[in-house]
């Protein structure tokens, strides 16, 4: 009896002799084909989770700085403001003062008058000089002094004299300054000046960037939109944690169930959840079909799937990773000890292959299969769907309650 098999070294038996090889074979995996949907979460995939929090730590240190820089503002202030009874004080000794200028400035210049006329009787100009000059004197002088007077009212009716806010007060400005100019909002609220003046315009031109960054992000994702295998190697299908769909006791599950368990086809092995049900490989293959499952196979078992598939529907419905695994095995023609069939068929196998022809007829059998073999190409320009803004309406709809 002539037959072919896929012969392995678990495989090979003194009992019986294997042809020439017709063809080397190797593992590899597959699963549904990804494609450009709606995404409810397309919002927030401009950055990456781990950037996202460091935005949120950042706000939440914003705004916990602002509070603290708000109350010891405010309680400097309260410490340094004068009390009532000083201010009435110092209120009465300015307007003594000032009377009491007044009136000397008006008995000298009535003085100065009366001796101003004397020495006019007498003819003596100079006097009467002298008694201007200081006059003068005295006037700019009680000017500056009210100059200075008023800039000092000034300073203190907008920092001494501002009225204290209760620490829920401060915490909701804080808030409101950090959060609206992280989403770029107006708001009615002025800060302090000082420190707080100077934190809030820094957290502003933070906010600027990210914001411009975001929004850039996003129009180059909904304009040049990528798409991404869920894996392309062992390691990474592993990672995924997706279910995989394997032929029970074929090689890839034999290898599986005897490696280390900490090795990366032992991690593979704890992916295969058919271990324990009906080896059915149609259900198998139609639930890969469908998506809910990885299959894992000999690959040229699964271009054969992927090729009679889109001969019947045109779609390409299914990606298969790049990378294989598993050391590779050779598809033979086996023959009892002693066969002659076995001289004839290596020579007829043998010039196959120099010619080439096995290769010309492997690739015709799997020609519909090539196309879904080629790079997944994503159209520009997709239209909007109703989905891409329900993380969006969700997130106002919140806000305005």
């Known amino acids: 009896m002539t037959m072919p098999v896929q012969l392995s070294v678990e495989r090979l038996d003194k009992s019986f002799e294997v042809s020439r090889y017709i063809f080397i074979e190797e593992h590899s995996a597959g699963y549904s084909r990804p494609a450009v949907t709606s995404d409810i979460t397309g919002f927030i995939k401009p950055f990456t989770p781990w950037v996202w929090l460091l935005v949120l730590v950042t706000v939440v240190g914003v705004i916990v700085s602002l509070l603290l820089l708000s ?34 400035t008006g008995q000298f210049t009535a003085a100065s008058h009366f001796s101003s006329d004397n020495v006019w009787l007498e003819g003596n100009e100079n006097i009467r000089k002298k008694n201007d000059e200081g006059n003068e004197n005295i006037r700019k002088k009680n ?18 004299f501002e009225h204290p806010l209760p620490l829920i007060l401060i915490t909701r400005d804080a808030v409101m300054w950090t959060v609206s100019g992280f989403l770029q909002q107006a708001v009615s609220l002025q800060p302090p000046r000082g420190v707080v003046k100077v934190m809030t315009g820094l957290w502003l031109l933070l906010s600027l960037i990210l914001a411009t960054v975001y929004r850039g992000n996003l129009k180059a994702m909904l304009i040049l939109p990528s798409i991404s295998l869920p894996f392309n190697t062992l390691e990474e299908l592993v990672s995924s944690g997706l279910p995989v769909w394997v032929p029970l006791d074929s090689l890839l599950h034999i290898a599986a169930y005897h490696a280390e368990v900490n090795s990366t086809l032992g991690r593979f092995n704890r992916s295969i959840f058919n271990a ?13 079909i469908a998506g809910k499952h990885v299959l894992s196979a ?20 299914n990606f298969i990773m790049k990378e294989t ?10 023959y009892p000890k ?12 043998q010039g196959l292959q120099e010619f080439g ?17 080629k790079p997944i190409k994503v159209k520009s320009g997709r239209a909007l769907d109703v989905g891409d803004f329900y993380g969006v309406f ?4 919140g806000g305005r309650n």
């Not at 324990?276 to 890969?288: A, F």
């Not at 000999?298 to 419905?317: D, N, Q």
């Not at 001289?343 to 007829?348: C, N, S, V, W």
């Open 357 to 373: 022809i096995l290769d010309y007829l492997y690739n015709k059998a799997l020609s519909n299969a090539t196309e879904c073999l």
């Open 71 to 104: 109350v010891a503002r405010q309680s400097l202030i309260l410490y340094h403001r004068p009390n009532s009874s000083q201010n009435h004080l110092s209120a009465t000794t300015t307007t003594a003062t000032t009377t009491a200028t007044a009136t000397t």
């Open 276 to 288: 324990d049900r009906p080896n059915n490989v149609t259900w198998g293959i139609i639930d890969y």
């Open 325 to 334: 695994f598993l050391s590779p095995f050779a598809g033979v023609f086996i």
């Open 298 to 317: 000999p690959r040229s078992a699964m271009l054969h799937v992927t090729h009679a598939y889109y001969s019947k529907s045109g779609i390409c419905t």
């Open 394 to 397: 969700s997130i106002y709809a």
């Open 338 to 349: 002693g066969s002659p069939l076995k001289a004839k068929l290596d020579f007829i196998i």
């Open 143 to 160: 000017e500056e002094r009210n100059e200075d007077m008023s800039k000092r009212n000034e300073a203190m009716n907008e920092d001494q």
